[in-house]
């Protein structure tokens, strides 16, 4: 019978070294070649087969144990086009990529998982392990599961997980039903009229109709959906103008949703395309 579920100390030390090491060397989505090799390399000096190639950079490795239900285990490998500003050892040595989303710890602690069945096996039947690419906003996962992942490597469940720092350490948060929400993004352009800042009468100011643009695609939230439903709406770009004295002619806002219903989701999208309808108009800008 299994008794020691505890992981040896040789595999955390090879966890704190895997994560530290991939932190260094973040890389983006789809290009996480070097990262995908530090995986492949892990896996195979454990004694499994290792598949590569699904979403160009996807990693899957595989652990038999006799008869038994088959499931998947998976992390993601990329990082986020960010700029670290830690002075940590392991801190990203790649200008402008960092892993701040935590993707190289689970990456990681999915390496160890592996590591410790491969070497006790306390279960029958199959393990997948899922390393996959270009989590952050590109999809990666959908990508692998079009290029053919369950029909390589079915599996009856599939458990993922994300780290959560407020959390003590040591625990997980489960619950029933949905864990995660959707995620859409979005880009929408403000067109107007460019203008010598002195004259701003001469033109149509981008800037201040995308200012209440922001603002208004804020009471989607809180004047549109309901109590007992969820949604966030989220700016995170706004990208105008060139210099310090000229109105631009276009202001750009990107950002995200994310929803937990696909009738909200539904609901969110049209709320959305009519505020920007209408600040536009009374503007006289288009949005698009």
């Known amino acids: 019978m299994y008794r020691d579920p505890e992981i040896s100390e040789d595999i955390r030390q090879s966890m704190v070294a895997w994560r530290r090491d991939i ?108 390393f996959q690419p270009g989590e952050e906003n590109e999809g990666g ?28 350490r040591g625990h997980f948060a489960i619950r029933t039903g949905t864990m995660t929400a959707f995620l859409d993004t979005f880009e929408i352009t403000v067109t107007g009229k460019g203008s010598h800042g002195a004259m701003p009468e001469t033109g149509i100011d981008s800037i201040v109709a995308a200012s209440q643009l922001v603002n208004a695609l804020q009471t989607i939230v809180s004047r549109r959906t309901g109590a007992t439903e969820s949604a966030v709406v989220s700016v995170t770009q706004i990208h105008g103008g060139d210099t310090w004295n000229v109105i631009p002619e276009t202001t750009v806002l990107r950002g995200t949703v994310r929803t937990l219903d696909p009738a909200v989701q539904d609901r969110t999208e049209a709320a959305m395309r009519q505020v920007c309808e209408g600040v536009a108009q009374t503007h006289g800008a288009k949005v698009a």
């Open 141 to 168: 996962g959908r990508v692998m599961v079009d290029e053919g992942l369950f029909d390589q490597f079915p599996a009856d469940a599939v458990y993922g997980m994300h780290n959560f720092p407020q959390m003590p």
């Open 23 to 130: 932190h260094a060397n973040p890389e983006t989505a789809f290009e996480e070649h070097r990262t995908a090799n530090v995986v492949a390399q892990a896996l195979m000096l454990m004694g499994l087969p290792v598949h590569r190639g699904l979403a160009v950079t996807g990693v899957v490795a595989t652990l038999k144990n006799g008869e038994g239900p088959s499931i998947a285990l998976r992390a993601d490998l990329d990082a986020l086009n960010m700029q670290e500003l830690g002075s940590q050892a392991h801190a990203s040595r790649c200008v402008g990529k960092m892993h701040a989303c935590g993707h190289d710890g689970h990456t990681a602690m999915l390496l160890g998982a592996a590591a410790h069945l491969a070497r006790h096996k306390p279960f029958r039947g199959t393990v997948h392990f899922v």
